[in-house]
């Protein structure tokens, strides 16, 4: 007789997590900035666990944008300043700093670095624009790290409507790698 097949507990913990407890990072920002007053608001669900991403961002200058993001569980702001673009450079690079905060039963505060890498191409009229990210967030109330690298791609059509899909993996407390990936 076949005995059913066994899963290793440490796969039932990280589908657990992944589904109830941890919070999921999404990125959603390629590498291209945004020019000086231009507008950009992003909504998504992250996968597996199906929770609301919203995201806002706008154009401080040519050289550096400011947004926030709201994730059940996670709410954070940033500033992201341009390193190369995708106009006058092969590839686009930016880096971010900011903070927030995990809001579970109570709320952690949080500090972030990122880098993306990226490039815009225009076709047919429409923008697409790959990239890949880090982002890593430092939690000073426990001294640990959660960290996540992401791959994404957007299509931005001429309306200024845009859709995305990007994937990858975090980490959590330096001991749960997860994978996960948003729709937006």
Known sequence: MRSAPRYPHSFLACLAASALCCTPYSLMRPADHLQARQFEVAAGASVPSGIFVSQASVGVFDWMEMGAQYEVYRAEAWARWRTLDSR??????????????????????????????????????????????????????????????KVGARLALPSGVFFGGEGGASLHLNTLWIGEGTLS
Not at 139 to 146: C, E, F, N, T, Y
């Open 88 to 149: 006058s450079s092969p590839v686009a690079l930016s880096l971010s700093t900011g903070g927030g905060a995990l809001l579970y039963q109570v709320a952690e505060p949080v500090v972030l670095v990122g880098a993306t890498i990226g490039r815009r191409w225009r076709r047919g009229g429409n923008d697409v624009e790959p990239y890949l990210g880090y982002r890593g967030y430092y939690r000073p109330r426990v001294g640990s790290a959660d960290h996540t690298i």
